[in-house]
């Protein structure tokens, strides 16, 4: 089992205080000020936008003294991109029994693909209900039992077997209980099914198991991004879907079918995949395909004793650019919180790192493209990483900060994973703070940030993000904090509001990067390893390179 989060945030470990940099809320505000603004057009990868936001951010780095981090010695590395956007259905059809079931895209149903071609056809294939569709054999669970479904559409549902299991269901705590895996995340299923040889895959929305409404599940806007397969990889499904609950639960009593009985089967490790019998799912549609190249941002600061090993801080700098005007006739989605913040931080990080003692090991600093389509930058650079995986000691990921004013306390996402949450305590009781762990771990923000890209692979990460629940406010206390977590993503994240304020108050935000930096100096300059917890889903992954580092 990991180690409880009370254990790891219990009494501060006291180590040599290391100098703290002054990082100030007016060179926070600065920056997002700029790269928020209209002439950056919401920061789309593959656009305009894009050419802007990168020469800036190169301009930023260069001029700061940085050397360039990317492959060749480049400031960029290229990252290649399938964008597609789906046009309409000329069929949309679902028949159970000979009989049509009504269905419409936008109320009922999100489709979109990410394969590279202009149509998706499927015709009159068959339905398969596959519980929450997981494969995980250390955890002693499949839920697939060797069914073919090739040529089929297979219907899942979202998070874990356990989220809403009860005291005594066989599945209660075999994933972590009320805390998302990576099996529960979306992107798992759509990756699952492929692997599973699916034609389809639909994923049942409901609020609670998804940590979002269908506003956010069955937006279209802007289309969807994917990274070309890798060799050996399985071609994407040709549909990925949401469809509602609502019509679910018509899907499925059309079939015979209760699904809420059947959500209850699923919780257990002897459930079956069950035919959805006299269902068939049609739909062909256009898809608008293009290959386009995006680009994340490298710079670094090489090391005087150990340049072979590395700290990588990172945050994406790609928002949602231009969209369906609001109801005050706006169209740019700006990401000033999310994640101009965070790029704000990593370049104050690099600022102080610079102005600061060479370290011994080489400090990365890595600004990701296409987070917000699927930690796809990230994800390129894991898997064609510039500085070996094996040594690089940790990666330190912001994504999104708190703009109320200082803290008590710092929220920490995924509690329980890995050593680095001891240096972050101990950090934060220099400033006179504590750790408080996420909030809401069902919604599994340990898992949609670009630092999992690296974990995933082994490498420890710690991240900053402060929507992960309120923090606790010098000013109003936790209350306060919920507050401002609750304003946030209920009315501007990834919405035309998440703009720049002279009325933020970055305090609060500009504490959470000194804490970044006090642990990425001292790990810099020391032989030190962080390691994942016994039980850790990625100690197994990061143990077979353990020859690698002295």
């Given at each position: 089992m990991k180690t409880p989060a009370a254990l790891l945030l219990a009494t501060p470990l006291l180590w040599a205080a290391a100098p703290a940099p002054t990082i100030t809320p007016a060179e926070l505000s600065a920056t997002v000020k700029t790269i928020s603004s209209d002439a950056y057009q919401g920061r789309a990868p593959g656009t305009e936008g894009e050419k802007k936001t990168i020469d800036y951010l190169v301009g930023r780095f260069r001029a700061l003294g940085l050397q360039p981090g990317g492959p060749g010695g480049q400031w960029t590395q290229a990252v290649p991109m399938i964008h597609n956007i789906a046009g309409t259905p000329s069929t949309l059809k679902v028949e159970v029994g000979g009989a049509s079931l009504p269905i419409a895209t936008g109320s009922d149903i999100a489709p979109a693909t990410t394969r590279a071609t202009d149509r998706v056809a499927i015709e009159n294939a068959p339905m398969v209900f596959v519980g929450y569709g997981v494969s995980a054999p250390e955890r002693g669970w499949d839920d697939f039992k060797g069914v073919d479904l090739h040529g089929k559409v297979a219907v899942f549902l979202v998070n874990d077997p356990d989220f809403e299991a009860q005291p005594g269901e066989p599945a209660a705590g075999k994933f972590g209980g009320k805390a998302m895996t990576y099996y529960g995340r979306w992107t798992y299923k759509y990756e699952e099914a492929a692997r599973q040889g699916a034609i389809g895959a639909l994923l049942i929305h409901e609020d609670g198991p998804a940590g979002y409404g269908w506003n956010v599940a069955g937006n279209t806007v802007g289309g969807t991004y994917a990274l070309p397969p890798a060799p050996g990889a399985p071609t994407p499904v040709a549909l990925q879907a949401w469809i509602s609950h609502g019509f679910a639960t018509k899907l499925f009593a059309k079939a015979g079918l209760d699904l809420a009985q059947l959500k209850v089967k699923a919780r257990s490790a002897d459930f079956r995949p069950v035919p959805l019998d006299g269902a068939r799912f049609s739909i062909d549609m256009p898809v608008q395909s293009t290959r386009i190249e995006s680009h994340n941002v490298l710079a670094k600061i090489p090391g005087k004793a150990h340049p072979d090993e590395s700290i990588l801080y990172g945050a994406h700098w790609d928002a949602y650019g231009v969209g369906a005007p609001d109801a005050q006739g706006r169209t740019i989605r700006p990401g000033a919180n999310d994640d101009g913040l965070g790029v704000a931080g990593v370049l104050a990080l690099a600022k102080a790192f610079k102005a600061g003692p060479q370290p011994d090991r080489t400090i990365v600093f890595g600004l990701w493209t296409a987070e917000e389509r699927g930690l796809l930058g990230s994800e390129y650079y894991a898997q064609n990483p510039v500085y070996p995986l094996a040594k690089t000691v940790g990666a330190l990921t912001i994504d999104i900060l708190q703009t109320a004013g200082p803290a008590r306390d710092v929220v920490l996402i995924g509690a329980g994973q890995d050593s680095?949450?001891?240096?972050?305590?101990?950090?934060?009781?220099?400033?006179?703070?504590?750790?408080?762990?996420?909030?809401?771990?069902?919604?599994?923000?340990?898992?949609?940030?670009?630092?999992?890209?690296?974990?995933?692979?082994?490498?420890?990460?710690?991240?900053?993000?402060?929507?992960?629940?309120?923090?606790?406010?010098?000013?109003?206390?936790?209350?306060?904090?919920?507050?401002?977590?609750?304003?946030?993503?209920?009315?501007?994240?990834?919405?035309?509001?998440?703009?720049?304020?002279?009325?933020?108050?970055?305090?609060?935000?500009?504490?959470?990067?000194?804490l970044f930096y006090t642990i990425g100096r001292r790990l810099a300059d020391s032989r030190e390893w962080p390691v994942w917890n016994t039980g850790s889903e990625f100690a197994a992954i990061r143990g077979k390179t353990a020859s690698e580092r002295r």
């Open positions: 680095l949450e001891k240096d972050l305590a101990e950090a934060a009781a220099k400033q006179g703070r504590t750790v408080t762990p996420d909030a809401k771990p069902e919604r599994g923000l340990f898992y949609r940030a670009d630092h999992f890209s690296l974990a995933k692979r082994g490498v420890p990460t710690l991240l900053l993000m402060g929507a992960g629940g309120g923090a606790d406010l010098v000013k109003g206390g936790r209350e306060a904090g919920d507050k401002w977590v609750s304003d946030y993503t209920a009315h501007c994240y990834h919405q035309t509001c998440d703009t720049w304020s002279a009325d933020w108050d970055l305090r609060g935000a500009a504490q959470d990067v000194t």
